[in-house]
């Protein structure tokens, strides 16, 4: 476990799951998660990769995405961001614990 206290919720990337439906085949729109997954633990970071309902901001050709607490149904007010899905989620880096 990471240096997170006991009982503490542990920090989960939110996809929008919409987003990832409305992705170009080539770019892979379902697979996306298990990249980010990929890309965050070869980085070092495990954490879960969720896919969630809706952020209402509709990037064309990204993925909404929010870091947060695993479990909340409120995600706390953390920035929402816009991924590009040839990145892999390599811009969560800077953004995780």
Not at 63 to 79: F, R, S
Request: aromatic share 2%; hydrophobic share 35%; proline share 13%.
């Amino acid at each position: 476990m990471s240096g997170a206290s006991p009982g503490a919720p542990q920090t989960a990337v939110h996809v929008c799951h919409e987003c990832l439906t409305r992705l170009p085949t080539r770019a892979g729109g379902v697979d996306l998660p298990r990249r980010i997954r990929h890309t965050l633990s070869a980085a070092g970071r495990p954490v879960p990769v969720l896919a969630s309902g809706c952020f209402g901001l509709c990037p064309p050709g990204r993925v909404a995405a929010c870091v947060g607490p695993d479990g909340l149904g409120q995600l706390g007010g953390e920035p929402e961001l816009e991924l590009d899905p040839e990145r892999d989620g390599a811009e969560l880096l800077p953004l995780l614990p």
